[in-house]
Nanobody, 124 residues
Framework: VQLQASGGGLVQAGDSLRLSCAAS????????MGWFRQAPGKEREFVAT????????AYADSLKGRFTISKDNAENTVYLQMTSLKPEDTAVYYC??????????????????WGQGTQVTVSS
Protein backbone atom coordinates (compact mmCIF):
# COMPACT_ATOMS: atom_id res chain seq x y z
CA VAL A 1 0.00 0.00 0.00
CA GLN A 2 1.37 3.38 -1.00
CA LEU A 3 -0.13 6.69 0.08
CA GLN A 4 0.63 9.98 -1.64
CA ALA A 5 -0.47 13.14 0.17
CA SER A 6 -0.71 16.47 -1.63
CA GLY A 7 -2.34 19.86 -1.45
CA GLY A 8 -0.32 21.54 1.26
CA GLY A 9 1.06 25.03 0.93
CA LEU A 10 1.45 28.48 2.40
CA VAL A 11 -1.81 30.26 3.17
CA GLN A 12 -3.00 33.14 5.29
CA ALA A 13 -5.06 32.89 8.45
CA GLY A 14 -8.72 32.48 7.58
CA ASP A 15 -8.04 30.76 4.26
CA SER A 16 -9.15 27.28 3.26
CA LEU A 17 -7.14 24.38 1.91
CA ARG A 18 -7.98 20.88 0.73
CA LEU A 19 -5.52 18.06 1.20
CA SER A 20 -5.70 14.87 -0.86
CA CYS A 21 -4.26 11.44 -0.26
CA ALA A 22 -4.22 8.98 -3.12
CA ALA A 23 -3.86 5.31 -2.29
CA SER A 24 -2.42 2.65 -4.53
CA UNK A 25 -4.43 -0.23 -3.18
CA UNK A 26 -7.14 -2.63 -4.22
CA UNK A 27 -10.42 -2.56 -2.34
CA UNK A 28 -9.93 0.95 -0.97
CA UNK A 29 -13.36 0.71 0.65
CA UNK A 30 -11.95 -1.84 3.09
CA UNK A 31 -9.46 0.66 4.50
CA UNK A 32 -10.08 3.07 7.35
CA MET A 33 -8.24 6.30 6.58
CA GLY A 34 -6.94 8.90 8.95
CA TRP A 35 -5.24 12.28 8.95
CA PHE A 36 -2.66 13.20 11.54
CA ARG A 37 -0.39 16.21 11.89
CA GLN A 38 2.90 17.08 13.51
CA ALA A 39 4.01 20.60 14.32
CA PRO A 40 7.69 21.45 14.94
CA GLY A 41 8.76 20.29 18.38
CA LYS A 42 5.46 18.55 19.06
CA GLU A 43 4.20 15.01 18.94
CA ARG A 44 2.07 13.73 16.09
CA GLU A 45 -1.60 14.30 16.81
CA PHE A 46 -4.86 12.95 15.52
CA VAL A 47 -6.86 15.16 13.15
CA ALA A 48 -9.67 13.11 11.58
CA THR A 49 -10.63 9.62 10.53
CA UNK A 50 -13.19 7.98 8.26
CA UNK A 51 -14.40 4.40 8.00
CA UNK A 52 -13.77 2.23 4.97
CA UNK A 53 -17.19 2.78 3.48
CA UNK A 54 -17.06 6.46 4.35
CA UNK A 55 -20.18 6.27 6.50
CA UNK A 56 -18.60 7.17 9.83
CA UNK A 57 -16.17 9.93 10.78
CA ALA A 58 -14.49 11.32 13.86
CA TYR A 59 -12.50 14.47 14.55
CA ALA A 60 -10.20 15.93 17.13
CA ASP A 61 -12.44 17.96 19.41
CA SER A 62 -10.51 21.16 18.79
CA LEU A 63 -11.00 20.87 15.02
CA LYS A 64 -14.69 20.06 14.81
CA GLY A 65 -16.55 22.44 12.57
CA ARG A 66 -13.46 23.62 10.69
CA PHE A 67 -12.12 20.39 9.17
CA THR A 68 -14.03 17.83 7.12
CA ILE A 69 -12.78 14.42 6.05
CA SER A 70 -14.27 12.63 3.05
CA LYS A 71 -13.49 9.55 1.01
CA ASP A 72 -13.98 8.73 -2.65
CA ASN A 73 -13.71 4.97 -2.93
CA ALA A 74 -14.05 5.07 -6.71
CA GLU A 75 -10.97 7.31 -6.93
CA ASN A 76 -9.01 5.70 -4.08
CA THR A 77 -8.63 9.10 -2.49
CA VAL A 78 -9.29 10.62 0.92
CA TYR A 79 -9.62 14.36 1.41
CA LEU A 80 -9.26 16.78 4.26
CA GLN A 81 -11.06 20.07 3.75
CA MET A 82 -9.69 22.70 6.11
CA THR A 83 -11.40 26.04 6.62
CA SER A 84 -10.77 29.11 8.76
CA LEU A 85 -7.14 28.11 9.07
CA LYS A 86 -5.13 29.43 12.00
CA PRO A 87 -1.38 29.78 12.50
CA GLU A 88 -1.56 26.94 15.04
CA ASP A 89 -2.70 24.63 12.23
CA THR A 90 0.80 24.87 10.80
CA ALA A 91 2.21 21.34 10.64
CA VAL A 92 3.13 18.48 8.39
CA TYR A 93 -0.06 16.58 7.64
CA TYR A 94 0.06 12.83 7.17
CA CYS A 95 -2.52 10.43 5.82
CA UNK A 96 -2.62 6.89 7.12
CA UNK A 97 -4.47 3.66 6.38
CA UNK A 98 -5.53 0.57 8.28
CA UNK A 99 -7.52 -2.43 7.18
CA UNK A 100 -11.04 -2.04 8.49
CA UNK A 101 -14.38 -1.83 6.75
CA UNK A 102 -16.68 -0.38 9.36
CA UNK A 103 -14.62 1.01 12.24
CA UNK A 104 -12.19 3.88 12.63
CA UNK A 105 -9.33 4.72 14.96
CA UNK A 106 -7.89 7.88 16.54
CA UNK A 107 -4.71 6.08 17.56
CA UNK A 108 -1.73 6.50 15.26
CA UNK A 109 -0.11 3.22 16.30
CA UNK A 110 -3.08 1.28 14.95
CA UNK A 111 -2.41 2.45 11.39
CA UNK A 112 -0.30 0.23 9.19
CA UNK A 113 0.51 2.51 6.26
CA TRP A 114 1.59 6.15 6.12
CA GLY A 115 2.04 8.75 3.44
CA GLN A 116 5.07 11.01 3.21
CA GLY A 117 3.36 14.10 4.60
CA THR A 118 2.48 17.47 3.14
CA GLN A 119 3.45 20.78 4.72
CA VAL A 120 0.75 23.27 5.65
CA THR A 121 1.90 26.69 6.77
CA VAL A 122 -0.57 29.32 7.93
CA SER A 123 0.71 32.85 8.27
CA SER A 124 -0.90 35.40 10.57
Amino acid sequence: VQLQASGGGLVQAGDSLRLSCAASVRSFSTFNMGWFRQAPGKEREFVATISGRGTSTAYADSLKGRFTISKDNAENTVYLQMTSLKPEDTAVYYCAARKSVSSWSRISSTYDYWGQGTQVTVSS
